[in-house]
């Protein structure tokens, strides 16, 4: 589990979508989501079906891991549609039970709707699978870069997203290890009221806010030492290149805009 | 508001408070008592109203800002070890983004007075509390009608979150008694200043 908060969701691959650049996938999951919404009939829902599959192939990665990403997000699908079904009262009945009537419309919107859903999630389920938490820090800062002009501290924010990153699994860590110290000590924290339970949370905060507090200072030390200046004039250890795959993959998604826009009703 | 630069102090604390948010999502996977009735107890309200008790407005909300953009770089960070763009869609993605106002205005509402009394670290607490379920539950309200498409009314959204909010506000009580004395163990251990911004 402490492994998994560092990588995340990341499984490990070297597919095509894999190697893409981060950035580029950043701008197709911005593009995706716009586009999504072009889709209004048979024809653009299946044709975005179509790229959706065709993008999940390529990544070769397990479906289990897709369908973990698809989960928390599975409930509101369904009850999309079943209220679609419920609540639509447009062109003909297409069947009936007792008082229960299925329209076409209501069946055709809930489907429709619950696809376009499915199709957002898995695209943006697929970067999280396919790019690892850094790359995608390191993503962010170069596309944001322009607005720095505007006085926003995108290296910083960038930085202070590495560092986080860095530290969530030690700070689990250390929660562990202060909790079994403190009921060494005979602290209880597994029974009693809920009063009591509350009132044992401070021997495990205090000494982990401290100890998260003189971690900062020691990495403000080191960051100082050597010679830490902000963004101006850093070199990468990690360089992000852009290569033909990427440029391709763009243009690709500009061809897929275009048909919906053609196709669409 | 004064233009400052962060500093390395700053932005380490920063990163450090935002990898406390992702720890306090989570607490009950290393501490499991912190459940009541079976329900896992999130501790996200209470770790963002320290963060801004203890770093300030400013601070505090960066911290809040990059422990949200985290999650959505894919970090299993959010509650339940969620990640991505999937928990801004569902009905409590207003609550990762209420963060971000609650705890810049705990903390402005702190930083009024150098030497806060109790009674105003409780205001504040309960301020950032206010705040947050503002923002939660119109933002699923709003989830629900323009995008989940199950529109239900006002009230049945509060309703709903209601039982939520008397927790939170319960620990938000409780923090205000506890935040001075950690701060006290902070600044004692590190020396750390809550009006100053760090020199380092």
């Not at chain 1, 179509?50 to 289990?64: A, E």
């Not at chain 1, 009693?192 to 044992?200: C, D, F, L, N, S």
């Not at chain 2, 985290?70 to 339940?80: D, S, T």
Request: aromatic share 12%; proline share 5%; with cysteine.
């Amino acid at each position: 589990m402490m492994d998994s908060m560092i990588i995340g969701k990341y499984v490990p691959g070297t597919s095509l979508v894999h190697r893409l650049d981060p950035r580029t996938k950043l701008i197709t999951i911005f593009l995706f989501v716009c586009i999504v919404f072009l889709a209004n009939n048979v024809q653009t829902y299946a044709l975005l079906g179509l790229f959706t599959i065709g993008v999940v192939s390529l990544t070769r990665v397990p479906f289990s891991f897709l369908m973990k990403g698809l989960k928390p997000i599975i409930w509101i699908v369904l009850f999309t549609f079943l209220l679609h079904i419920l609540m639509t009262h447009e062109g003909p009945i297409i069947f009936q039970i007792g008082f229960f009537k299925v329209y076409e419309g209501g069946l055709v919107q809930g489907i429709f709707i619950s696809l376009r859903f499915v199709y957002l999630i898995l695209i943006t389920t697929l970067l999280t699978l396919t790019t690892t938490p850094i790359e995608i820090t390191d993503g962010m800062e170069q596309l944001l870069n322009p607005l720095k002009k505007l006085k926003l501290p995108v290296h910083e924010l960038a930085l202070m997203m590495s560092i986080s990153l860095r530290f969530i699994p030690t700070l689990m860590e250390e929660t562990d290890k202060i909790m079994k110290a403190q009921m060494a000590r005979g602290v209880d924290f597994t029974s009693g009221p809920v009063k009591e339970r509350v009132k044992a949370i401070v021997p495990l905060l205090v000494p982990l806010f401290v100890s998260a507090f003189k971690r900062a200072e020691e990495l403000a030390v080191a960051m100082e030492a050597r010679g830490y200046q902000g963004g101006e004039g850093r070199t990468k250890y990690r360089k992000l290149v852009w290569t033909g795959k990427d440029t391709s993959v763009i243009v690709s998604l500009i061809v897929l805009a275009a048909l919906l826009f053609f196709l669409r009703a | 508001m004064k233009q400052r630069k962060l500093r390395a102090g700053d932005m380490a604390l920063i990163g450090m408070f935002a990898a406390l948010m992702a720890v306090g999502a989570n607490i009950t996977s290393v501490a499991p008592f912190l459940q009541v009735a079976g329900i896992p107890l999130s501790m996200q309200p209470f770790f963002c109203l320290l963060a801004a008790l203890l770093l300030g407005s400013k601070r505090a909300a960066i911290a809040m800002i990059v422990y949200a953009l985290v999650g959505l770089a894919g970090a299993p960070v959010f509650a339940q070890f969620s990640a991505g763009f999937a928990p801004f869609a569902g009905k409590s993605g207003g609550f990762i983004i209420s963060y971000i106002p609650a705890a810049f205005a705990a903390g402005w509402f702190l930083e009024r007075n150098i030497q806060p009394s109790k009674i105003r670290f409780l205001i504040a607490s309960l301020i950032g509390t206010a705040i947050m379920y503002l923002i939660g539950t119109t933002y699923m309200y709003l989830a629900l009608k323009l995008w989940i498409h199950t529109p239900v009314s006002y009230g049945t959204a509060w309703g709903f979150m209601i039982w939520f909010m008397v927790k939170d506000t319960a620990l938000a009580v409780i923090l205000s008694f506890i935040a001075p004395a950690i701060y006290r163990s902070i600044h004692k251990a590190t020396g750390f200043n809550r009006n100053h911004i760090s020199s380092t």
